[in-house]
Each structure stands twice: as C-alpha cells, then as structure tokens.
T-cell receptor, first 115, second 112 residues
C-alpha cells in the first residue's frame, strides 16, 4: 500500500560528499516536492517539479539540485554536503491544482546526518 | 499572503476525552485543506482532505470541518487514546500558489 517511497530511512555522510536522496511514487502524480524539516522551523520547500524534466526552486534551494527524468522518480542532490544540511528530508507528490485535486502524499522521510 | 494558524500549540488531556484542534487561514481562495499527523522522527500521514466545496470529512474517530467563508477548520477527535499522541498539522492548498501553506502544528499528548 506504500505510495511514496524514499530510498533511505537514515543516512550518515561526510562533509563534502555528493549525496543522492531518491523518491519514487506509484500514483502517477505530476507534481513532486522535496521538503526539509527542522525543529522550530517547520517544513520548508526546497524544490518542486510539475512535470518530467521540469523543476522550480522553492524557498531554500541553495546547496541542492534535483533531477526528474521519469514521472515517478524525483531525486534530490546535495552537491557537496555540509553540516548545516543535517535534517529530515521529506518527499511528497500530488496532482495539479484544481477543484478535485488530490491531497499531498508524503514519504516516510530520510534523516540525513552530515559529519 | 495566505497565513495558517493553529491553536493551541500544545494540548495535554486524559484518555477518553473528546477534543478539538483548530486551524484558521486568511485567504479563502483555496483548493482544499488537509490535516496530517506526524509522530516524532517520522514522516507525515494524511488524515483527512477536505475539498473547498465540502463542509466536512470523517474517518473513524476523526471528523474535520471546513468553513471557507470564515477561514476556519476544526479537527475533532472522539474518545481520545494514548496512541493519538502526535503533532497534528493543517495545510491549505491555495489557488494562487503551487505550495502548501502550513500551520505550525498542535502537539497533542493523551495521558493514560
């Protein structure tokens, strides 16, 4: 019954490493999102994709990039991991906005620690 | 600019009580409103989705209402249980923006 799958539950990476976080959804949703969540700061949008190969910056894109080569997969890339990127990362998907648009479905999250 | 407020920020009640969590938003131009639950260190679980044309949705012991004209939604939890302890978040999907707009959440503790 799992609909949004994040490839790793926990990750520990070293400063300077290139990190890939993978997200796959099986609901044929057009829109996919990457958020990070930090205590006291809530959920902040990093990047958004509304179609294959399309991407839009969210509120905090610095230090991140994304890739969407297939509709079901949205990858978040940390080009050179830093300790301030230690966080919980959440992927979500939904249909385009409209009067009967789907709600957002979230993955179970990836807790990334950069040491 | 759409803003979402949740009251109270935290709530601690004995098991068995019925309780209400509140969510208010400033702009009624929304597609829908969604309530989520988050357990510590975990992802978000969708509880209820209310489309802008709907007044309420029910799932088991949960009932969510939406009054778009007044910018308010409530989440009613009947016969609360310790397993209901979690943070509850509401989010609106505005017509004018692709982003969900989030409330800060209500941290709920149900005491056995």
């Amino acid at each position: 019954d799992v609909k949004v799958t994040q490839s790793s539950r926990y990750l520990v990476k070293r400063t300077g490493e290139k990190v890939f976080l993978e997200c796959v959804q099986d609901m044929d949703h057009e829109n996919m999102f990457w958020y990070r969540q930090d205590p006291g700061l809530g959920l902040r949008l990093i990047y958004f994709s509304y179609d294959v190969k399309m991407k839009e910056k969210g509120d905090i894109p610095e230090g991140y990039s994304v890739s969407r080569e297939k509709k079901e997969r949205f990858s978040l890339i940390l080009e050179s991991a830093s300790t301030n990127q230690t966080s919980m990362y959440l992927c979500a998907s939904t249909t385009p906005g409209g009067v009967q648009s789907d709600g957002y479905t979230f993955g179970s999250g990836t807790r990334l620690t950069v040491v | 600019k759409q803003e979402v407020t949740q009251i109270p920020a935290a709530l601690s009640v004995p098991e068995g009580e019925n309780l209400v969590l509140n969510c208010s938003f400033t702009d009624s131009a929304i597609y829908n409103l969604q309530w989520f639950r988050q357990d510590p260190g975990k992802g978000l679980t969708s509880l209820l989705l209310i489309q802008s044309s709907q007044r309420e949705q029910t799932s088991g012991r949960l009932n969510a209402s939406l009054d778009k004209s007044s910018g308010r939604s409530t989440l009613y939890i009947a016969a609360s249980q310790p397993g209901d302890s979690a943070t509850y978040l509401c989010a609106v999907r505005p017509v004018s923006n692709y982003q969900l707009i989030w409330g800060a959440g209500t941290k709920l503790i149900i005491k056995p």
